[in-house]
């Protein structure tokens, strides 16, 4: 397991003599012997096998102060333990926390050995940022990551310490038709009661609208000349897409801030709420090309997944190919925003924006870069 802490490295021994490659903060290098190291945030392929999940096998808390006291310290002085590290808003987060000042703990890799490698830094934990969630949003993937790992993390996180936990969740939990959704709210509500039945204890929920890199699938397809699909008429869902930087920006301001505690926070990015239909005349627009659009009826995945959910009862080790027909589905069709408890709709009106960043410059330095480091894997849907 590799432990990250801002930008001086050392390493850790555990008992097994597996030895931990570690990145620590400037105000502990008189402790140890270190050897400058640059930071980086190069993402490694998730392994479900080596993501091992923590066990709280001990009863006894780490003699540490837990408190919120945190808050109105310097946050040089401030222990974040960021889990899902190396995911692709894990990355951005960390780099913008080691910006703000905070002191790191970046988890790299399986998580199964992170009490006893705390235990051998011998030093209190303040907050845990997760960013933990299933690349592949399969049945059984979800609920050992969305859920299991991340109320795990939550249980070491307490013994060590941390009096505040930053969630990022996801605004489509609103409306729960996937396993990763219902992973995801189960984990909110346990957090939620831990704060409820510990007033030393606090969270905060970001449910973040679609990502740019989920809307940049088509960029390099259009420009070669192909044209833009959508389901529909391109108007049956829209969202406030949010860049990965104001999104780590967000989450980073969730830790200090006391107007986010206790919160559940829906945030999108800049602008209006964009449709496909907006969002490839925006492309279009950029590449100076007449818009072209191929509109697929939505009536054929609905086909596909009622084929699939018949093979599942046959062949249950279908179950994932089917929940990955319903993902498509749902993101063809729902909106990325917030639910109108009064009126049971979508509302753009009343999803909060944040940030600077615009899909349209987004789109713009895809058409420049590529999808370099944006990669959709197994999230693609064209």
Not at 3 to 27: D, E, G, I, M, R
Not at 228 to 243: H, N, Q, R, T
Not at 349 to 369: C, H, I, M, Q, W
């Given at each position: 397991?590799?432990?990250?802490?801002?930008?001086?490295?050392?390493?850790?021994?555990?008992?097994?003599?597996?030895?931990?490659?570690?990145?620590?903060?400037?105000?502990?290098?008189?402790?140890?012997?270190?050897?400058?190291?640059?930071?980086t945030?190069?993402?490694?392929?998730?392994?479900?096998?080596?993501?091992?999940?923590?066990?709280?096998?001990?009863?006894?808390?780490?003699?540490?102060?837990?408190?919120?006291?945190f808050?109105?310290?310097?946050?040089?002085?401030?222990?974040v333990?960021?889990?899902?590290?190396?995911?692709?808003?894990?990355?951005?987060?960390?780099?913008?926390?080691?910006?703000?000042?905070?002191?790191?703990?970046?988890?790299?890799?399986?998580?199964?050995?992170?009490?006893?490698?705390?235990?051998?830094?011998?030093?209190?934990?303040?907050?845990?940022?997760?960013?933990?969630?299933?690349?592949?949003?399969?049945?059984?993937?979800?609920?050992?990551?969305?859920?299991?790992?991340?109320?795990?993390?939550?249980?070491?996180?307490?013994?060590?310490?941390?009096?505040?936990?930053?969630l990022?969740?996801?605004?489509?939990?609103?409306?729960?038709?996937?396993?990763f959704?219902r992973?995801?709210?189960?984990?909110?509500?346990?957090?939620?009661?831990?704060?409820?039945?510990?007033?030393?204890?606090?969270?905060?929920?970001?449910?973040?609208?679609?990502?740019?890199?989920?809307?940049?699938?088509?960029?390099?397809?259009?420009?070669?000349?192909?044209?833009?699909?959508?389901?529909?008429?391109?108007?049956?869902?829209?969202?406030?897409?949010?860049?990965?930087?104001?999104?780590?920006?967000?989450?980073?301001?969730?830790?200090?801030?006391?107007?986010?505690?206790?919160?559940?926070?829906?945030?999108?990015?800049?602008?209006?709420?964009?449709?496909?239909?907006?969002?490839?005349?925006?492309?279009?627009?950029?590449?100076?090309?007449?818009?072209?659009?191929?509109?697929?009826p939505i009536?054929?995945?609905?086909?596909?997944?009622?084929?699939?959910?018949?093979?599942?009862?046959?062949?249950?080790?279908?179950?994932?190919?089917?929940?990955?027909?319903?993902?498509?589905?749902?993101?063809?069709?729902?909106?990325?925003?917030?639910?109108?408890?009064e009126?049971?709709e979508y509302?753009?009106?009343?999803?909060?924006?944040?940030?600077?960043?615009?899909?349209e410059?987004?789109?713009?330095?895809?058409?420049r870069?590529?999808?370099?480091?944006?990669?959709?894997?197994?999230?693609?849907?064209?």
């Amino acid at each position: 397991m590799s432990l990250c802490l801002s930008f001086n490295a050392f390493t850790v021994h555990s008992p097994k003599s597996q030895t931990h490659k570690t990145q620590f903060s400037s105000q502990f290098i008189n402790q140890i012997q270190v050897k400058p190291a640059p930071f980086t945030s190069k993402s490694t392929p998730f392994n479900t096998e080596r993501f091992k999940l923590v066990k709280a096998l001990a009863t006894k808390p780490v003699e540490t102060s837990v408190s919120a006291s945190f808050r109105n310290k310097n946050p040089k002085a401030i222990n974040v333990l960021v889990v899902g590290s190396t995911g692709y808003i894990g990355k951005f987060v960390v780099k913008e926390l080691v910006n703000r000042g905070f002191n790191v703990i970046a988890v790299a890799r399986e998580i199964n050995t992170l009490e006893e490698s705390m235990k051998n830094l011998g030093f209190p934990i303040d907050v845990v940022v997760s960013c933990l969630a299933s690349r592949s949003g399969g049945v059984k993937d979800s609920w050992k990551i969305d859920y299991e790992a991340t109320k795990n993390s939550l249980v070491a996180g307490k013994k060590f310490g941390a009096s505040h936990f930053v969630l990022l969740s996801a605004i489509c939990v609103q409306k729960p038709l996937l396993e990763f959704q219902r992973a995801k709210l189960k984990f909110e509500a346990e957090l939620m009661k831990e704060a409820g039945e510990d007033d030393r204890f606090t969270y905060s929920i970001v449910r973040p609208t679609a990502f740019f890199k989920s809307l940049g699938g088509q960029v390099e397809l259009v420009k070669d000349g192909k044209p833009y699909v959508m389901f529909g008429d391109g108007k049956l869902c829209a969202c406030k897409p949010i860049s990965e930087q104001d999104l780590a920006s967000f989450i980073a301001d969730c830790v200090l801030k006391e107007d986010k505690i206790n919160r559940v926070l829906p945030i999108g990015g800049p602008g209006k709420a964009l449709t496909p239909l907006e969002q490839g005349e925006i492309l279009f627009k950029l590449i100076g090309k007449e818009p072209k659009f191929l509109k697929v009826p939505i009536g054929i995945m609905d086909f596909a997944i009622g084929v699939l959910d018949f093979l599942v009862k046959i062949f249950p080790p279908m179950e994932d190919a089917a929940e990955f027909g319903k993902i498509g589905r749902y993101y063809a069709a729902e909106s990325m925003l917030i639910v109108d408890p009064e009126t049971g709709e979508y509302s753009a009106e009343k999803t909060p924006s944040y940030g600077n960043d615009t899909l349209e410059e987004f789109f713009a330095r895809v058409l420049r870069e590529g999808m370099a480091g944006q990669e959709l894997g197994e999230q693609s849907i064209f």
